[in-house]
Structure formats: structure tokens, C-alpha cells
């Protein structure tokens, strides 16, 4: 029977013990194995206690850090560490993009979230593709947000194409501006958290902050500017063509989307999957697929979204099946002979 022994301080301890040792059940759960606290150490036996003070050792650094250590937490580093060694997952856990106007730090979470970040500060052009919920946009304003305040940038632009789960704009109430409003409505939101609305606004007035369909980018020159293009699994080729041509000297262009959720017409190809396939080996530009490991909201999406793919490549599947059965006409036509 294995033993390892960890040394934290009884504030460490208390953290990730949790309410009711709620927090150590779950570990113990996770690796079969038995811990208890014996004067500020940690002690680990089992079979599995290797494995167990990885996770622990991670814990400990981020209660240091002032961090709530939850089920949600132990359950994500558990998770991580099957494929990333210890001195990564703490790599990623230091990794600060920004801090938000109300003091919280907005950091990747994921192996995933970290090579996006990373991607986004080493290169000219970036595309992030996943499902909803892998902090693809978060994380690109966030970064925008930070080379803004360090003087990279003299600006940001928000972008988004005005299509929406097949809705018109052409119904909504107002004036262009009032219609196209709502479809930007989540990069708003995400500003207002990073920056507050006060500074939003006075960046706004002054032109360093622009949110606009895309539409609006039509026969620009976009200099030293730090570019977000939302949602560009619902551009056209064309739309995505303008938009790549628009970056300027000293700019940076981030593209995110979800291929999985294109609301174009029906047999109108998606612009986002014809870049990808056209500039994949082009030198400054990263590709960035994030994946369902990588979603940082309710355990449930991450079921939802395996869910999804799952019924889909069953339907897909099935039509190529479909496609492969003889003409039941033609079939008749040779028998005729």
C-alpha cells in the first residue's frame, strides 16, 4: 500500500478539505484511496496515491493563490492531469491574461484555453473553433483588452455578422443601429465585466472602442487595432475574404466560431470553413480547435454538446448509407433489359 505525504498550512488544509471534507470525499472517490490531516500534513495512502498528490499539489498552489478550491475545480484538474504533467497544469493556472474592473482574474483554464492564448499573443492572425461555452470570445476580448491597456493597440474592434439563428433582421423594431444592437448585445456584456461600463464608455466616445456588424468593415483599412471577429461560422466566403484584407499594419485579428452551429441558408458555404481550409499552412496565422474538455461552463454542456456530436455523426451515418442504395427506378430499368 502506497503513502505520500504533503506539508501545507491549516488554512491550505482547511480550503481543500472543504465543508465537511467534502472536498477530500471526492478525491478519495476519484483514486480509491484514504486521506487524512495529521498537523498540517496531508497523508495519502493507497494505491493510486501517486495520482492523488499530483492533484493535491495543484490544489495547494492554487488555495496559496487565494482561490475557493470546489468540486468543480477538482473534478476539471483531475480531468486535465490524465494528459498534462503537474508543472503544466500549474502553468496554466498562473497564466494571467486580465484582471476584470471588479478585481477578478480572468486566467485559461484548460491546456486547451492556454495554446489559444498563447496562439493569440504569438501571432498576426488566430482562429478559435469550438463549441459554445470554451471561452473561445471571452478569452480573445480579454487578451484585446490587456494589449489595449499595455499600449500594443490604440484599439479595439468587435465584430459579429448580423445573421442569427435564422431570424431577419428586417422584422426587428428600430433603426439599423437598434437592429443590429441585439446580435452584439454579448460582446457589450463581455466589455462591461473586463472594463466597466464607465471606461467603456469614455473609450467608445473617444473611437478606441468600436462594436459593429460586419457590414461596417467593408472597404477599411484597420491599423494598429486588435480585431475580434465573432461568430464566423455565419460569414460568406466573400464576407470573410473582406474581413481578412482589412488587417492593417500593427494590428492583430482574432476569428472565433462554432462550426457546429452555422446559420446560413441552406447550401450557402460557411466562410469560416473555407478559410481554415484555404490559409491552414499560411506562416502567422494559428489554427486553434478547442473541444468539449475545453468548456468552462455547467458540467451539463459538456453531456449536451457530447450529446450532439454523437446524434449527429449517427445522422450522417445513416444519409451516407442512404446515398449508397441503388435507384429503385434504375434498378427497374436494368431488369426491363
Not at 470525499?25 to 496531508?42: A, C, F, M, Q, S
Not at 497564466?95 to 484548460?110: E, Q, S
Not at 441558408?265 to 502567422?284: F, H, N, T, Y
Request: hydrophobic fraction near 35%.
Amino acid at each position: 500500500m502506497e503513502k505520500r505525504k504533503i506539508e501545507a498550512e491549516n488554512n491550505i488544509i482547511l480550503n481543500i478539505f472543504g465543508s465537511f471534507d467534502e472536498n477530500i470525499k471526492r478525491i478519495e472517490e476519484l483514486y480509491r484511496i484514504k486521506i487524512v490531516n495529521r498537523d498540517g500534513e496531508i497523508v495519502i495512502t493507497g494505491e493510486e496515491a501517486e495520482k492523488a498528490q499530483s492533484l493535491l499539489e495543484v490544489l495547494v498552489h492554487e488555495a496559496k493563490k487565494g482561490r475557493e478550491i470546489d468540486r468543480k475545480m477538482i473534478d476539471y484538474f483531475a480531468d486535465e492531469l490524465n494528459d498534462t504533467l503537474p508543472e503544466q497544469v500549474e502553468k496554466i493556472s498562473s497564466d494571467l491574461v486580465c484582471m476584470t474592473v471588479a478585481g477578478r482574474a480572468i486566467r485559461p483554464k484548460t491546456l486547451g484555453q492556454f495554446n489559444y492564448v498563447e496562439a493569440i499573443r504569438e501571432n498576426t492572425v488566430v482562429f478559435g473553433i469550438g463549441p459554445a461555452g470554451t471561452g473561445k470570445t471571452y478569452l480573445a476580448m480579454a487578451t484585446a483588452v490587456s494589449a489595449f491597456k499595455n499600449h500594443e493597440v490604440s484599439r479595439i474592434i468587435l465584430t459579429r455578422p448580423a445573421i442569427e439563428a435564422g431570424e431577419n433582421l428586417g422584422f426587428l423594431p428600430g433603426d439599423l443601429q437598434q437592429k443590429v444592437d441585439p446580435y452584439l448585445r454579448p460582446l457589450y456584456d463581455a466589455l462591461y465585466e473586463i472594463m466597466g461600463s464607465d471606461t467603456f464608455a469614455k473609450n467608445m466616445e473617444k473611437g478606441a472602442i468600436e462594436v459593429a456588424p460586419l457590414a461596417y468593415m467593408r472597404g477599411r483599412t484597420l491599423d494598429n487595432a486588435f480585431i475580434v471577429l465573432d461568430e464566423a461560422q455565419n460569414t460568406t466566403p466573400e464576407q470573410m475574404k473582406m474581413f481578412l484584407t482589412r488587417i492593417g499594419f500593427g494590428s492583430k485579428a482574432v476569428i472565433t466560431g462554432d462550426t457546429t452551429q452555422i446559420d446560413l441558408p441552406r447550401g450557402k458555404k460557411s466562410g469560416l470553413l473555407q478559410a481554415v481550409e484555404i490559409l491552414s499552412d499560411v506562416e502567422g496565422i494559428s489554427i486553434n480547435r478547442l473541444s468539449e474538455r475545453d468548456v468552462v461552463r455547467h458540467p451539463l454542456v459538456q453531456k449536451i454538446i457530447k450529446a450532439y456530436e454523437k446524434y449527429e455523426a449517427k445522422k450522417e451515418k445513416e444519409e451516407q448509407k442512404e446515398k449508397q442504395k441503388p435507384n429503385p427506378i434504375d434498378r427497374n430499368r436494368r431488369y426491363r433489359r
